[in-house]
């Protein structure tokens, strides 16, 4: 695995806590993330085990970091075009990214990266992928917090102890942009396999359970959307 931060991601998360808000809600959400002027992509997660059944998963893209993480807000790289119009069609870095602030939304502060694996896009490359979704709750943000991030959150643990059957992917770090929200760090993990060895990824989920260490579920992907060329239809089941 390798540490690669070339590009400013962001993403937004909504939390559904039982059927019913999932369902008077996420037709809602979805149109407001295709709406968003840098968005990228949308994963709906639904839960294999875990507290929350549903959770919508968006990426934005923020810009493009220099080697000290700077983020430029303006552009003109052909790799950089050719990456984000696979994701909508249409997004070019001619249009300024813009950093979002508001309640959901998280930055990525890191992201551990098997070989070979890219950044961008975030689309599911397997119809078994699953992911573990860690959420934590800290009154402070701190740089030192954040520097030791992969100790205390577990991501040292998954890198090192999660069965090869599940064919780990990618880790990814995110801060929240506000001070709201219930949840300030959250690790996302994504796993190539998982469905058609499910009870790996269940033993794997109670041992992260066992740690102690922030609230923790499984999801497999049960919808993926992006921009598509024409008005985006959220109509059909």
Known sequence: MSVKASFSVQAKFQFYKDEESFVVGW????RSNVNHKTFLEGILLKSVDSPYPYVDYSVFYGGVKDIQGLTFQHVDNNH????????????STDIPPSRITEQGCYDEIECILRDNVKQLP????S???VYFLSAFYSPEQTSSLEKLWK????????LWKCPSELNLRRITFLKTTTNTDVFTYLILCEC????NVINYAKEFLDRLKMRQCGLVGLYKVERYYIQPKERM???SS
């Open 27 to 30: 037709r809602d959400t979805a």
């Open 151 to 158: 100790i205390w959150s577990g991501a040292n643990f998954i």
């Open 127 to 129: 119809k078994d992928s």
């Open 122 to 125: 975030r689309a599911p490359v």
């Open 233 to 235: 239809s959220l109509s």
């Open 80 to 91: 950089v075009n050719n990456v984000l119009r696979v994701q909508n069609h249409r997004y």
């Open 192 to 195: 190539e396999e998982g469905l």
